[in-house]
């Protein structure tokens, strides 16, 4: 189960979305992304998206303004 | 399938980065807070008292869109890029509560004889509406956000809405000295409809609630076929 992870640090809105969704591709079945953000939209709008894909998703906030969404693809 | 329960998820390396302890801020949300309702009572008693209510709810408008992350900026860019219509339709609801609550404030003055509030708001519909529409709708998308959104952005301490803020005022004084060529030349010869003078009130309210409906319905069918389809994969 491979662990990828993704930097979309100081990246405005649809970014980090657009980012994870070509990511996702790339992943086989049980392996986890990690999604490196600081943007409050793509807190809402990844973590969203994956589960309406129906992956399993964790958010970690690791500091003031910068979260970890954790993604396993389904 | 749309829901899934929310499991943890499994990690192969466990997490070892220890979090760095977080400053509490709530000394200065208290000092900020306090320096507000001082602004408004202020304001209440030098200006008057609309401007003191102006400033408590542009607090709490910014309040409200900041805790529920809502954003007009991404309610008409999302399905274009990533078919999520969440936040379309949440603005489509809000459009057809302030139809049901602005008719209420209208009819009232109407009906009790008063004059009607807001008849300068009801704008001729012409091609400066497009071109408007258009050069904000590129704007916000690239600056990240619409006026609202960017407000509350350089209040979460976003950098790069504080440089969309001055653009957005150098923008709007711009579109103030162009106005006069804009009225002249495109607005002045176009219709100016206020729906209840053609519908009636009753009618307009029900025809307005009906497209926003129409709309919700088509924002959740477009939802299911962008997003759905990759399910099937």
Redesign the interface.
Known sequence: ???YELDCMGE???LP??KA?KKIKDLASGD?LIVHID???A???VP??A????????V?E????EWDV???K? | ????A????????P?T?T??K??S?LPIAMIVLLLMIAAGILLSAFKDSSTGMFLMFGGVFGFIL?KS?F?F??SL??PC??G?T?LTKAVLVAFALTTIGFTAIKYNAFASGQAIPGMSYVQPISLATVAGGVMFGVGM?IA?GCASGTLMRVG???H?QVLALVFFVIGSLWGAKDMGWWNLNVIADSPRVFLPDVFGWLGAVVIQLLIIGCLYVAADLWERKK?GI??EE
């Open positions: 189960m491979a662990e405005a809105c649809p979305l657009m969704e986890v943007h409050s939209c807190m809402k709008n969203e998206w589960r309406s894909q129906g992956h399993n998703v964790e970690d690791v500091d003031d303004g954790i993604i396993e389904a | 399938m749309a829901e899934t929310n499991a943890p998820v499994r990690r192969s390396i997490r980065t979090r760095k977080k400053k801020q900041q992350r954003c900026t991404a860019r999302d890029i990533t999520s969440s998308v990240g979460e301490g976003f790069m997003l990759k399910d």
